[in-house]
């Protein structure tokens, strides 16, 4: 680097500082204001939370559905029978959830499996692969998980709201 670049280096950082003072004090006499962030939606579709969290929550187009076990109700009591019957209750549990945000499942751009065992994941996948159509399966990731209550499966999912 020669001196004369390295002398216009601190002339050219204080004129593209200028130009961005100017462009907010003309956005600010133009009376336009940054974007605030979205105020958070907590949805909670069986009434108000047993334990403290959000079973999902909305924050502008992006709607976070918590950790879903394969429980019935707002019963921490997982369902019988193994990963398959698991698997399709946390599927209809996140499909609920979902629903009280007006949305399906089909909005679903991302999810977390964590497994309690990942030898079972050919069967989640079986269950999971059906709550979806046309190839268009959310982008995911998986791990093996010691999970609450003797869960075999839990998925965590993020959607796109409209």
């Not at 216009?8 to 204001?33: D, E, N």
């Not at 499909?95 to 009280?100: F, G, H, S, V």
């Not at 079972?120 to 709550?131: G, K, L």
């Amino acid at each position: 680097m020669s001196a004369s670049t390295m002398h216009s280096l601190p002339r050219r950082l204080a004129f593209a500082a200028a130009v961005g003072v100017a462009a907010l004090s003309l956005a600010a006499c133009r009376g336009v204001r940054p974007a605030l962030a979205a105020e958070p939606q907590f949805i909670h579709p069986d009434g108000p939370p047993v334990n403290p969290f959000s079973p999902a929550v909305r924050v502008g187009d992006l709607v976070f559905v918590s950790g879903t076990l394969g429980t019935t109700g707002t019963g921490l009591t997982v369902v019988p029978g193994g990963i398959t019957p698991e698997t399709r209750q946390v599927m209809e549990n996140i499909k609920r959830t979902l629903a009280a945000a007006g949305l399906g499942m089909d909005r679903l751009v991302k999810c977390t499996a964590f497994l309690a065992d990942l030898n079972e994941w050919p069967a989640m996948n079986e269950v999971y692969r059906s709550y979806f159509s046309n190839g268009k399966y959310p982008a995911r990731a998986a791990v093996q998980a010691t999970l609450l209550n003797g869960a075999r499966v839990e998925l965590e999912c993020v959607a796109a709201a409209r």
